[in-house]
């Protein structure tokens, strides 16, 4: 037969039971320790039976879900690209490791940790806007009566200021390479220097999106960053990394095992690439900026670069990207061979195979 403690009390002319645990558990002193501060608490005019009833009310409200809850109220009254940016801070990796607390527990401690491992890895103009973000949220929950304070304030404020201008060179680039691990976190930083694609595409890429018979692989508008979809070719050297994942029958991720949302691990490894390739002061992001450099410099024209890139800018700025709806398919699929052939190059050594094609100049 198990055996509880319990304490009973009166408390607004009705009596109530507070469960302070199991016999085989709690010893009769520590019960009485128990009992005489609940009962400590009903003489204040506190009423720990219902605190305890709240707690579990609240403990069910996680910091995702309220953000969800959050957004949900939002995508009416932000524009779309403040809402697709308030929805990558809020729900991307940037504070995932927070996401299961309840709302009202996170602390500032909490937030200051998640702060300093985006700014290591992502830069501080984006722990600035990550935090800018997650203040926002703690604003609207507390005039929702879900928390009593914002956690953000009294941290640091990370320095939004000019942006990183940080460009890998072939040297760095064929050393991070060649340092990569073969594991996942070693594909995707490959897939990145092949693609020039953002870290959180490549790390959420997926079976459905990959196309071995066209060579191509599809982000769909809901993963993209500005919400457009956007296809790839894929050549040998991209196609043969994403070949070489194991593939789990029940799972369309690529990479993340135990993940329904991609790959999550960014701040695991990156230390240990940095020591193993001996290239320091860089971020993942550095390596999309790195890529778009490197193309303008054996020639390929800036918009087919932005055609790359998934970039709405430049000359498809306007009213210019609202007639302009060339994908420039062959272009991109040339361009990215040139660059496949190029990083081949500086990572094996011996003679390019590709050729730059230059257009004929008038006599």
Same mark, same amino acid.
């Given at each position: 037969?198990l055996?509880?403690?319990v304490?009973q009390?009166?408390?607004?002319?009705?009596t109530?039971r507070?469960?302070l645990?199991?016999?085989a558990?709690?010893?009769?002193?520590?019960a !009485?320790?128990? =009992?005489?501060?609940a009962? %400590?608490?009903?003489a204040?005019?506190?009423?720990p039976? @219902?605190? *305890?009833?709240?707690?579990?009310?609240?403990?069910?409200?996680?910091?995702?879900?309220v953000v969800d809850?959050?957004l949900?109220?939002?995508e009416?009254?932000v524009r779309?690209?403040?809402f697709?940016?308030l929805?990558?801070y809020?729900?991307?990796?940037?504070?995932?490791p927070?996401?299961a607390i309840?709302?009202?527990t996170v602390?500032r !401690?909490d937030v =200051?940790?998640r702060?300093? %491992?985006i700014?290591r890895?992502?830069g501080?103009i984006? @722990?600035? *806007?990550?935090?800018?973000a997650?203040s926002?949220?703690?604003?609207?929950a507390?005039?929702?009566?879900?928390?009593?304070n914002?956690?953000?304030i009294?941290t640091?404020?990370?320095k939004d200021?000019k942006p990183?201008e940080?460009?890998?060179s072939?040297?760095e680039?064929?050393?991070?390479?060649?340092?990569?691990?073969?594991n996942?976190?070693?594909?995707?930083?490959?897939?990145?220097?092949?693609?020039?694609?953002?870290?959180?595409?490549?790390?959420?890429? *997926?079976?459905?999106?990959?196309?071995?018979?066209?060579?191509?692989?599809?982000?769909?508008?809901?993963?993209s960053k500005?919400?457009?979809t956007?296809?790839l070719?894929l050549?040998?050297?991209?196609?043969?990394i994403?070949?070489?994942?194991?593939?789990?029958?029940s799972r369309?991720?690529?990479?993340?095992?135990?993940?329904?949302?991609?790959f999550?691990?960014?701040?695991?490894?990156?230390e240990?690439?940095?020591k193993?390739?001996?290239v320091?002061g860089?971020t993942?992001?550095?390596i999309?900026r790195?890529?778009?450099?490197?193309?303008?410099d054996?020639?390929v024209?800036?918009?087919i670069i932005?055609?790359?890139?998934?970039?709405?800018s430049?000359h498809?700025?306007g009213?210019?990207?609202?007639y302009?709806?060339?994908?420039y398919e062959?272009?991109v699929?040339?361009?990215?061979?040139?660059w496949?052939?190029?990083?081949?190059?500086?990572?094996?050594?011996?003679?390019?195979?590709?050729?730059p094609?230059?257009?004929?100049?008038a006599?």
């Open positions: 037969m055996r509880s403690w304490v009390y009166r408390r607004g002319g009705a109530r507070l469960l645990g199991s016999a558990v709690l010893g009769a002193e520590a !009485r320790a128990a =009992a005489k501060k009962l %400590a608490k009903v204040l005019g506190e009423d039976q @219902a605190e *305890r009833v709240d707690r579990r009310g609240k403990d069910k409200l996680s910091l995702r879900s809850e959050y949900a109220t939002k009416r009254d779309p690209r403040t697709r940016e929805k990558r809020l729900t991307g990796s940037f504070f995932k927070l996401h309840p709302v009202d602390t !401690r =200051a940790a702060l300093v %491992a700014t890895e992502h501080s984006v @722990a600035a *806007r990550a935090r800018a997650l926002t949220f703690f604003v609207w507390m005039q929702m009566g879900m928390v009593e914002n956690p953000i009294g640091i404020q990370p200021g990183r940080r460009t890998l072939d040297d680039l064929a050393a991070i390479w060649r340092a990569c691990p073969n996942d976190y070693g594909r995707i930083v490959r897939l990145l220097i092949l693609l020039g694609a953002r870290r959180a595409e490549v790390g959420g890429m *997926r079976w459905s999106e990959v196309s071995f018979e066209r060579g191509t692989w599809t982000l769909p508008s809901g993963r500005n919400g457009r956007h296809t070719p050549m040998p050297m991209a196609l043969d994403i070949k070489d994942v194991p593939g789990l029958v369309d991720q690529l990479f993340g095992a135990r993940s329904n949302h991609g999550t691990g960014w701040d695991d490894q990156k240990a690439l940095d193993r390739s001996g320091i860089w993942l992001h550095d999309r790195s890529v778009a450099t490197k193309l303008a054996i020639g024209q800036p918009h932005e055609q790359i890139l998934n970039h709405q430049g498809k700025a009213p210019a990207g609202i302009n709806r060339s994908s062959r272009e699929r040339a361009a990215l061979a040139l496949e052939d190029h990083v081949r190059t500086i990572v094996e050594g011996g003679e390019r195979k590709v050729i094609y230059a257009p004929a100049t006599s």
